[in-house]
């Protein structure tokens, strides 16, 4: 079982920046491929970014490439998710989450593990 514990969100301005942190506690985060994910108001929860175990390959949505970084320390069992250039469409809840099967999923089905999220609001 693995706990997954989001931070980092809060209220921007157009153009600023977050960095949100996924703490995983329970088995080790190293094992598993994570994700994020983002659910804007109305909207289906949609998939930004993942990294892998060993945080050599990443994947994001055409909407983040550029602007956000996914990364992690294995040694603290916490993901990250740095936004720069921030867009009012930006705006939801972010979730991470834990791929027991080591994929690089995009879809929700793929990953075992779900934080509550945290929320994530662009003013423009």
């Known amino acids: 079982q693995v706990q997954l514990v989001e931070s980092g969100g809060g209220l921007v301005q157009a153009g600023g920046s977050l960095r949100l942190s996924c703490a995983a506690s329970g088995r080790t985060s190293v094992d598993y491929t994570m994700g994020w994910f983002c659910q804007a108001p109305g909207k289906e929860r949609e998939f930004v970014a993942a990294?892998?175990?060993?945080?050599?390959?990443?994947y994001y949505a055409d909407s983040v490439k550029g602007r956000f970084t996914i990364s992690r320390d294995n040694a603290k069992n916490t993901v990250y998710l740095q936004m720069n250039s921030l867009k009012p469409e930006d705006t939801g809840v972010y979730y991470c989450a834990a791929d027991i099967d080591l994929g690089m999923g995009t879809s929700e089905s793929s990953y075992d593990y779900w934080g509550q999220g945290t929320q994530v609001t662009v003013s423009s």
């Open positions: 990294i892998s175990w060993s945080g050599r390959r990443t």
